[in-house]
């Protein structure tokens, strides 16, 4: 019968695992297995190895995790697998290519070509089980290319319609906004017209764009409908496509367009555009351009009011009607000292350098050394004063009949400039059907146009749920990247609500920072044997901060066991 015997070496004891059987008549040992000392056969209990590790292994454990765990909350996956099925020689699912396409783009956006090796440096591969080639870029856009314009409505409808139920997000109010993507695709690529050059917000004027408009929750940022577009269109051509499919996807989500809301700024404004808001019967919070509303401007300081002095200090206002955009609504005139001392500075840099610029123009007159008639001079002028209000404040002249005569004089009229500042800066005119909302909920609503704008600079941000860069070659495939970044959007603002809620007030960065610092730490050790070095899985040591982020994202559900 087998047992343990213990044998006394020095101040140490060593057990063996001992068999025993009668031989010639007396009890003898028959076999015997070494077991180690008394911590080594706990460590073998416990399957914890022994020893010092030969080497270590540090592997990006909990943003990824806090990803994967929202994304499973959404059941993402399985809401794309149930439109496109897979494919039977697929080495996964659309829906797990799609999943990790968005952990990507959320924690570390990379190309689909350096994937494999950012997967290979965290934890995932615990969690999802992949055969090795799978992580191919081949084979995740021979996935990618299952999905049509349709397919990729029908998924965002349906992820929508979870967002809403699995984190109970507010529908009354919605924010509208368009901007566009620089991309990397040749000019010579014809199979991709939706990259186009036009009007870049980014200032690359060299590529071609992609045009992106969101809606967004007021609740969060979160994205709830994208468009894609041409980059040569501007975004007052998209307004009646997006405001139609808005419509559409409200009440699909289940909401009431008597309670929805929907804010836009004066970039979307045209007499065609207003008349199907107005039709569709939605309510809206917009902007009008205050050079448009002379006579609204020149109503004197005495006429304003506070708006809210708690929510919105020093702010003022005068609430009135106006007519615009062909019919008659309610217009609340703000007056903000934040904006008016923002722009009096911007104001001050942009006339500098006209100055600047009218100065070097004078010198290289009066040297004679032009060559330009009087018609190139004063269209270089022109371009000088062409920025925002200068021509308004600034006053030249130009002497002379010849290149050799030409002399320029100016100077900076500050009567002009003072009734500049005093008529335009710091003032805003908000247009709304809400007339019984009370002022504050008018400039609170229109405010929130920052979620719609944060979403935006958040996907230009290389580092974090990046939507650049974008080298893809046909139309099909932007809208599957513009698809991922999208919901990558969603799910990291969804993850800075729920630590907004937590009381956390963390930006997405610094939130996925946090996250980040929850590492997961890989011990490997040599048994003596011939084989695979046993491995000893352990998380970093975490502060207050992470654990509360790891029990709000519930990263426990991926965390090794030890």
Request: charged share 25%.
């Amino acid at each position: 019968m087998p047992s343990i015997v213990g044998k006394r070496q020095g101040k140490q004891t060593y057990y063996y695992l001992v068999e025993s059987a009668r031989v010639g008549g007396k009890p003898r040992i028959v076999s015997q297995q070494y077991l180690g000392s008394a911590e080594e056969v706990i460590a073998k209990l416990t399957d914890q190895p022994t020893g010092a590790p030969v080497r270590s292994q540090h592997r990006a454990f909990g943003d990824l995790a806090a990803v994967w765990s929202v994304l499973q909350r959404l059941g993402a996956a399985e809401i794309i697998d149930a439109v496109v099925p897979r494919r039977a020689d697929a080495l996964a699912s659309v829906g797990t290519y799609l999943a990790l396409a968005v952990a990507n783009r959320v924690v570390a956006p990379c190309s689909k070509l350096a994937f494999a090796d950012w997967w290979a440096a965290t934890a995932g591969p615990r969690w999802v089980k992949l055969p090795p080639d799978a992580l191919d870029h081949r084979y995740f856009w021979r996935a990618m290319d299952r999905l049509s314009a349709t397919d990729l409505r029908r998924i965002e409808a349906d992820i929508s319609q979870r967002m809403v139920a699995e984190f109970g997000l507010d529908l009354s109010g919605l924010v509208l906004d368009m901007t566009n993507f620089a991309t990397f695709i040749d000019s010579s690529n014809d199979r991709a017209p939706i990259a186009a050059r036009g009007k870049a917000k980014q200032k690359r004027v060299d590529l071609r764009l992609v045009g992106l408009g969101l809606v967004v929750t007021r609740d969060g940022g979160i994205p709830l409908l994208c468009h894609t577009y041409a980059g040569d269109r501007p975004d007052v051509t998209q307004f009646t496509t997006m405001i139609n499919e808005l419509v559409s996807r409200h009440r699909e989500l289940g909401g009431d367009l008597e309670s929805l809301t929907i804010v836009y700024d004066a970039g979307q404004n045209s007499i065609a555009n207003h008349a199907l808001v107005e039709q569709s019967g939605i309510r809206y919070v917009g902007s009008l351009p205050p050079s448009d509303h002379a006579t609204l401007l020149d109503l004197p300081k005495r006429a304003y009011t506070p708006v809210d002095t708690d929510r919105f200090p020093g702010l003022t206002c005068v609430d009135t009607r106006i007519t615009a955009l062909g019919v008659t609504r309610r217009a609340v005139l703000t007056h903000s000292p934040t904006l008016h001392a923002a722009q009096h500075r911007g104001f001050h840099q942009t006339l500098a350098k006209a100055r600047r610029r009218l100065a070097a123009l004078q010198a290289r007159l009066a040297r004679g050394n032009t060559g330009k008639d009087r018609d190139a001079v004063e269209t270089e002028i022109a371009g000088i004063l062409k920025a925002r209000w200068v021509a308004e404040v600034i006053d030249t002249e130009l002497a002379g009949d010849s290149p050799a005569t030409f002399r320029l004089t100016y100077r900076t009229n500050q009567t002009a400039r003072t009734k500049l500042e005093r008529r335009l800066f710091g003032k805003r005119i908000l247009f709304t059907n809400r007339d019984h909302w009370s002022t504050a909920d008018v400039v609170a609503a229109y405010r929130s146009q920052a979620e719609a704008e944060s979403g935006f600079r958040q996907m230009k941000d290389p580092h974090v749920v990046s939507f650049s860069p974008l080298h893809h070659w046909t139309d099909q495939k932007i809208r599957v990247h513009v698809f991922y970044c999208v919901l990558a959007l969603a799910v990291a603002h969804l993850m800075r609500r729920e630590a907004e809620h937590a009381g956390l007030h963390l930006s997405v960065r610094e939130l996925l920072t946090e996250l980040a610092g929850i590492g997961e730490t890989v011990l490997l050790y040599h048994d003596g044997g011939k084989g695979r070095p046993r491995a000893r899985r352990m998380l970093t040591d975490i502060n207050p901060t992470h654990r509360q982020l790891a029990d709000l994202f519930d990263i426990h559900h991926y965390a090794p066991t030890r």
